[in-house]
């Protein structure tokens, strides 16, 4: 009987560890965005990848996001979806820290992808057409 008492803490306690994993690479993926979003620095550009953050700009104001959404009906910026889809981000990517700021006189959409498999990727697409900022 207290083999099987102790299979059964083992069987439980291995199920904890894997849970703990789990939280624990959830919680670094978020640590990470915040950092390069808040205070990465530097540029980050991913082979493959629709755009990047730079610090070689000249970020202008932020748009408010009721702004944004009316120069998107309005025709004057393509879509949040459309811009995603044009960039190969898949309709059920958790997105952070979304907005539309302009950067060297061009609106931009800026925002962080949260990838399921570990890193971050960060974007700036132009608003109009979906061309991603190229560092100058």
Request: aromatic share 10%; with cysteine.
């Amino acid at each position: 009987q207290k083999r099987m008492v102790l299979f059964r803490l083992g069987s439980y306690f291995k199920k904890y560890i894997v849970s703990m994993k789990q939280a624990l690479h959830q919680i670094a993926n978020v640590a990470l965005a915040g950092m390069l979003t808040f205070g990465g620095g530097g540029s980050l550009a991913l082979p493959g990848v629709g755009g990047v953050f730079s610090v070689s700009k000249t970020l202008g104001a932020c748009l408010s996001p009721v702004e944004a959404q009316n120069a998107t009906r309005e025709g004057r910026f393509l879509s949040f979806n459309q811009i995603k889809r044009m960039n190969g981000v898949g309709d059920n990517a958790t997105v952070l820290n979304r907005q539309v700021c302009m950067i060297d006189g061009q609106p931009y959409y800026r925002f962080t992808v949260l990838s399921p498999s570990g890193p971050t990727i960060n974007y700036e697409l132009r608003a109009t057409d979906g061309t991603p900022y190229i560092a100058g």
